[in-house]
Nanobody
Framework: QVQLVESGGGLVQPGGSLRLSCAASGRTFSNYAMGWFRQAPGKEREFVASISRRGPLTNYVDSVKGRFTISRDNAQNTVFLQMNMLKPEDTAVYYC???????????????????WGQGTQVTVSS
């Protein structure tokens, strides 16, 4: 069991940066692959990035490669999403999630994640 709480969202201008954090409860954080998803009103939930429990390996949707970086600090039970060069189309509620899987598991499908946070709003606008 794990509980996830996102923070760090807000309003930023195009080209700006935000760093999202996801704090996990419990002592089993390192057992899970972690991911970030986003959803805008009227749109489907979209995979953004994931990170494995070993390595770690990472996985990104093409639209954020080179701009976003996912990382994790298992000692602090926290996963991060550093977002640079933000665009208006990045505007969404961002969710972190945890998935059961192997050491190098980096799923891109929301249905594969068992645990979800409540989300944090990111708005990119002039």
């Amino acid at each position: 069991q794990v509980q996830l709480v996102e923070s760090g969202g807000g309003l930023v201008q195009p080209g700006g940066s935000l760093r999202l954090s996801c704090a996990a409860s419990g002592r089993t954080f390192s057992n899970y692959a972690m991911g970030w998803f986003r959803q805008a009103p009227g749109k489907e939930r979209e995979f953004v990035a994931s990170i494995s429990r070993r390595g770690p390996l990472t996985n990104y949707v093409d639209s954020v490669k080179g701009r976003f970086t996912i990382s994790r600090d298992n000692a602090q039970n926290t996963v991060f999403l550093q977002m640079n060069m933000l665009k208006p189309e990045d505007t969404a509620v961002y969710y972190c999630a945890g998935a059961d899987g192997g050491d190098y598991y980096t799923p891109r499908t929301g249905q594969l994640y068992r645990y979800w946070g409540q989300g944090t709003q990111v708005t990119v606008s002039s």
